[in-house]
């Protein structure tokens, strides 16, 4: 099983992946469900971060078979992969369309060159009836795109190793 997707120079861009046979697709990667949690409050948002107020959270805890079922709502997950952008690149994440067939979405922000964790990302389950997910589900297809050249800046911020 193979565990890391390489560029051409041998640097992981993804690495700790379930089975990446399986996850690469044509046109990028799939990321897999690690751990969900609930919002438990209200955060803050401003111009500067220092004011930045990340909600509190609590874990949703799998079944003894690996499966969660989750209510409709928005619940913030992670990925089990850990995703290293190359400073000449950038990715973006986009929803599986089995995922959307289900009424549910996972929009995600613009993954800037330099970062390295595992990602997390919004789930929003529109589905009256909810949405059961197993461990491991495969949620998201992620896309690498060149910026052209090397960023001067790479990312440095709060999330810079988030899971490691």
Do not use: C
């Amino acid at each position: 099983m193979q565990q890391s997707l390489e560029d051409r120079t041998g640097a992981a861009f993804v690495e700790d992946a379930v089975d990446l046979v399986v996850q690469t697709q044509p046109n990028g990667v799939e990321l897999t469900l690690a751990s969900v949690h609930r919002f438990l409050g209200a955060g803050a948002l401003a111009f500067d971060n220092v004011e930045r107020v990340l909600p509190p959270t609590e874990d949703v805890a799998f079944d003894s078979e690996g499966w969660v079922r989750l209510e409709a709502g928005a619940y913030k997950i992670r990925f089990n992969e850990t995703v290293s952008v190359p400073n000449d690149r950038f990715a973006i994440a986009r929803p599986r369309s089995s995922l959307l067939r289900m009424g549910a979405s996972l929009p995600s922000a613009l993954w800037d060159s330099g970062y390295r964790g595992k990602g997390e990302a919004l789930l929003v389950v529109y589905n009256p009836y909810g949405l059961r997910l197993r461990r491991h589900a495969r949620l998201v297809q992620l896309v690498f795109f060149h910026a052209g050249q090397e960023v001067e800046h790479p990312y440095d911020g709060q999330f810079q190793g988030t899971g490691l």
